[in-house]
């Protein structure tokens, strides 16, 4: 697909064509721009807006819209005028943040700044994707959106910055911190699990960090009530910094063991768990020891309530079987 693809008004109908017979009804949709074209949130929302007709849904990513480019962010979101923007593109690699400061400050600590300006000017509100990871984890409950931070790392330092560069630029924001994203598109914890077991019998997952497994399935359905909620209402409360992750707690351990309990019974891959600590498995990053969200302000203010991690996991292990063929070396163990 050519980049200059992005950059025509056909971009916004073929995403959907219910919106379609609401524009020929009179009636239309509205337009959603979102950063990025495959990452995770991204992609859910472009599959979500197949099977609704209020929001049409343009995914923007590079080289139409690159967020280390600030001149980029400006030509491209002023030349689509969207009724409301979805910042959920970020540089998420955390461990290769740790020696690409340069890259993850551009991305995550300047290019929020400069959406936030742009829409400023612009007058449209912006919903921007932040982490638990800006949480140094020596909380011993779930962090509430007035705690203190401290990032452990460069990943969490920039997304902090980022959310900063945001605030100061725009009243009209609300700031989505979640966590431990997985999905069926893209790269994640679970899609590593079902690969890794599909060519490995043991397996060793950490099991001192404990955090909210969250389906950027349901994360796609709650940005889009919070964007009904935001262009109904102009009402301050309805804006600033909300958590928003999946129900209950789990470590990565966790995580992986129920993915494989899942996977097992499907035919899907599992392997032998070996639970350790973080200091068995060292990154380039420090990861936090808890990094639980408190979702609470988020189900009071525009009531958004998350499906237990368990269910949402369910379903996105039972979509990624079988795993495709560039995901296995080994289909004879699925
Ligand atoms: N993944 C996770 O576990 C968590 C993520 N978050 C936050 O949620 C948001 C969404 O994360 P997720 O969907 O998992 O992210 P992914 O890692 O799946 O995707 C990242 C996206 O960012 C895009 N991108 C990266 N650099 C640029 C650039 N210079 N210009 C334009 N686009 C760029 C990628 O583009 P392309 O499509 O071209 O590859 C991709 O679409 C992010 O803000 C992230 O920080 C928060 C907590 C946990
Ligand atoms: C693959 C693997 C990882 N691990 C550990 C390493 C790490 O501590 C933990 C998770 O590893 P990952 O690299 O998948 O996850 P990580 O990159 O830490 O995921 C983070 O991504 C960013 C973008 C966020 O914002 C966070 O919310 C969080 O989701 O599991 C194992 O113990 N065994 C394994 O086989
Ligand atoms: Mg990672």
């Known amino acids: 697909m050519s980049g200059s693809s992005a950059d025509n008004a056909s971009s916004w109908s073929r995403l959907s064509s219910l919106g379609r017979k609401d524009i020929e009804a009179g009636r239309k949709p509205l337009r959603m721009l979102v950063t990025g074209r495959e990452g995770q949130v991204v992609s859910a929302l472009v599959e979500l807006g197949w099977h609704q007709e209020e929001f049409e ?17 400006d030509g491209a979101i002023t030349a689509r005028r969207p009724d409301i923007i979805v910042s959920a593109a970020a540089y998420t690699a955390v461990d290769q943040a740790e020696t690409d400061k340069a890259s993850a400050h551009a991305v995550n600590s300047i290019a929020p700044g400069e959406i936030g300006r742009v829409a400023s000017r612009l007058g449209i509100p912006v919903i921007h994707l932040s982490t638990d990871y800006v949480f140094d984890g020596t909380k011993t409950s779930p962090y509430e959106e007035t705690d203190p931070t401290n990032p452990l790392g460069v990943y969490g330092r920039s997304k902090l910055e980022g959310e900063y560069a945001l605030a100061a630029a725009t009243d009209d924001h609300v700031i989505l911190r979640t966590a431990w994203v997985y999905s069926p598109f893209g ?3 679970l899609k590593t699990m079902l690969t890794v077991a599909a060519t490995r019998d043991h397996l060793s997952v950490v099991d001192d960090q404990q955090g909210n497994p969250t389906s950027a399935l349901d994360i796609a359905d709650a940005i889009v009530t919070v964007a009904r909620n935001l262009l109904q209402e102009r009402a301050s409360t309805l804006r600033g910094t909300f958590h928003l992750a999946g129900r209950g707690a789990a470590s990565w351990a966790d995580f992986a063991a129920g993915i494989f309990e899942t996977s097992r019974p499907m035919g899907g891959p599992s392997a032998e768990l070996a639970r350790i600590t973080s200091a068995d498995y060292p990154t380039a990053a420090r990861r936090p020891a808890n990094s639980r969200l408190h979702t609470a302000k988020l189900a009071s203010v525009h009531g958004v309530t998350m499906p237990d991690w368990q269910s949402s996991m369910r379903t996105v292990v039972s979509r990624c079987l079988p795993l495709r063929d560039n995901n296995h070396q080994n289909p004879s163990k699925i």
């Open 187 to 189: 790269r994640n914890f």
């Open 57 to 73: 849904i343009l995914a923007l990513g590079r080289p139409d819209l690159d967020l280390a480019d600030t001149r980029s962010i």
